[in-house]
């Protein structure tokens, strides 16, 4: 059973359209949450949410955690061509193996020309 | 710091013959972790390590065997490759301070056993 669930699966968009996506999860104890890109490689790192309502941003980027409704979302604004990747969440519960995290599946995210 | 280091990149096994996948990091880091992650799905935790001399299972240990004897290497070793092992493999190290827990991904070995 699924402790992070992600959705959509997939998304195909248009250059400069905004994108959300979700991810819901299911911890005993929770810790952190993670968000990644993943471009036919390795996952790189794009933010990690602590606390509940506050809002990490980088660029064009945004998350946003809920605590109380166990939920993140991804904002990317005006998307572009390098956008198209995987996304990935992942959480950390305090009573999990030491440092290990629980991903979902990822949303497929394409941004055509 | 080259970061995390994996070799091979590419690798066709046949069924029953072994390899071992190799991962470096270059960052002190005391945590170690091997994922696998198949097509449309995340990534599952095959095995991990918290410092040299230390492993243990994760999600999906079956079919592979660890070791840690150094800080900086965690190979993974497929003993008798089976068809349901074809898969990318990622080695991450992570060095938690408190509540960060940011994980550092290697390059990824895609593995196909046929």
């Known amino acids: 059973e699924d402790k992070v669930v992600q959705s959509p699966l997939s998304l195909v968009v248009h250059e400069g359209d905004t994108v959300t996506l979700n991810c819901s999860y299911e911890v005993t104890n929770f810790r952190s949450l993670l968000w990644y890109k993943q471009e036919k490689k390795a996952p790189t790192f794009l933010f990690m949410l602590t606390s509940s309502g506050i809002e990490k941003k980088s660029g064009r980027l945004s998350s946003i955690l809920d605590k109380k409704e166990l939920f993140s979302i991804l904002n990317i604004t005006a998307t572009q061509t390098g956008d198209s990747a995987v996304y990935l969440c992942?959480?950390?519960?305090?009573?999990?193996?030491?440092?290990?995290?629980?991903f979902g599946r990822g949303t497929q995210l394409t941004v055509w020309p | 710091n080259a970061g995390v280091t994996q070799t091979p990149k590419f690798r066709i096994l046949k069924i029953g013959q072994s390899m071992t996948l190799q991962c470096t990091q270059d960052m002190n880091h005391n945590y170690m972790y091997w994922y696998r992650q198949d097509p449309g799905m995340g990534l599952k935790l095959i095995y991990y390590s918290v410092g040299a001399g230390i492993t243990d299972k994760g999600e999906v240990p079956n079919g592979y065997n660890v070791s840690r004897s150094t800080t900086e290497d965690f190979p993974l070793r497929l003993e008798l490759a089976a068809p349901s092992q074809t898969s990318v493999y990622f080695c991450?190290?992570?060095?938690?301070?408190?509540?960060?827990?940011?994980?550092?991904f290697g390059p990824g070995t895609r593995l196909t056993v046929t």
């Open positions: 991450a190290s992570t060095n938690p301070q408190g509540a960060l827990y940011e994980q550092y």
């Open positions: 992942a959480t950390h519960d305090r009573g999990s193996t030491l440092g290990r995290l629980y």
